[in-house]
């Protein structure tokens, strides 16, 4: 069974950090692309980040482009979200998702999907 469980979520001032994880099972994590989304209530779905396991490459929003780091352990099956100088506008449910892709994040609604974890980002 394919399963994406995230955590790491939580309250934080602004200016602050946290680092999301999101561990992988049940599928072949290093043929994947690993891609970080969030939604913020009354708003859609954005992506935020992608890696692709295998060659390392990676693909930011301009919006968090310098504030984020995405990042795997192979070793753990684990892709991790490191978020700094937090924003309120940062305040969201990220979801981490993965595809079965070597070459680029190709990453959509049926994609393998998380559950969530809440990033709330007070001023």
């Known amino acids: 069974e394919v399963q994406l469980v995230e955590s790491g979520g939580g309250l934080v001032q602004a200016g602050g950090s946290l680092r999301l994880s999101c561990t992988a099972s049940g599928f072949t994590f290093a043929e994947h692309a690993v891609g970080w989304f969030r939604q913020a209530p009354g708003k859609e779905r954005e992506g935020v980040s992608c890696l692709i396991i295998s060659d390392g490459s990676t693909i930011y929003a301009e919006s968090v482009k310098g504030r984020f780091t995405i990042s795997s352990d192979k070793a753990e099956n684990t892709v991790y979200l490191e978020m700094n100088s937090l924003k309120p506008e940062d305040t969201a449910v990220y979801y981490c998702?993965?595809?079965?892709?070597?070459?680029?994040?190709?990453?959509?609604?049926?994609?393998?999907w998380g559950q969530g974890t809440q990033v709330t980002v007070s001023s």
């Open positions: 998702a993965a595809e079965r892709a070597t070459s680029a994040c190709v990453i959509g609604p049926g994609s393998n």
